[in-house]
């Protein structure tokens, strides 16, 4: 079974729209690896967390801010992909 | 636990976009009602379907067309929210 992404997002902070855009960068960038990237509105105020098969990739909460994209490709990549180039999104 | 909708697409034939739209729309409607939204990109070419908690809702190649919005809502309210209105989706 390939992996599966979610995007746990704070509906009522508006954050639907950067979870949808974020969902459809990861799909596109990893389409032939990923089984899917689920939308899921948090019944947590506050929440935007990335979770990889479950397990928590990356929290806003934790890191003080909102997880960039190229950090959460990069973060991904080694975890499900680690020979996979990035290009331009890549590390130096 | 609340109902998961899944978007089976075919991502060669560029549907994404209009799966993450669908996406969008639904957890902006039934954002109460349901535990996700997941985007699946098909290994199958020209499929779009709709599945509602594993079992299939709408199928592109059954309907002959691309499943309507106005439809999507429909049918998954009759199914998850029988009771709930969807303004000016709604059906006369």
């Known amino acids: ?3 599966r992404v979610t995007i ?3 509906p009522k902070c508006g954050w639907l ?3 949808a855009w974020m969902a459809q960068e990861l799909l596109t960038t990893f389409v032939e690896e ?3 990237v689920e939308l899921q509105p948090s019944e ?3 929440s935007y967390i990335i979770h990889l098969d479950g397990e928590i990739l990356m929290n806003r909460k934790d890191l003080g801010h909102f ?3 190229k950090e ?3 973060l991904l990549r080694d975890r499900i992909a680690p020979e ?3 290009g331009h999104s890549d590390r130096k």
Chains 1, 2 share one sequence.
Do not use: D, N, T, W
């Open 1 to 3: 079974m390939k992996p």
């Open 8 to 10: 746990e997002y704070c």
């Open 17 to 19: 729209l950067r979870a």
């Open 34 to 36: 990923l089984h899917s």
């Open 44 to 46: 947590v105020g506050g």
């Open 67 to 69: 997880p960039e994209i």
């Open 72 to 74: 959460v490709k990069q």
């Open 84 to 86: 996979k180039s990035l």
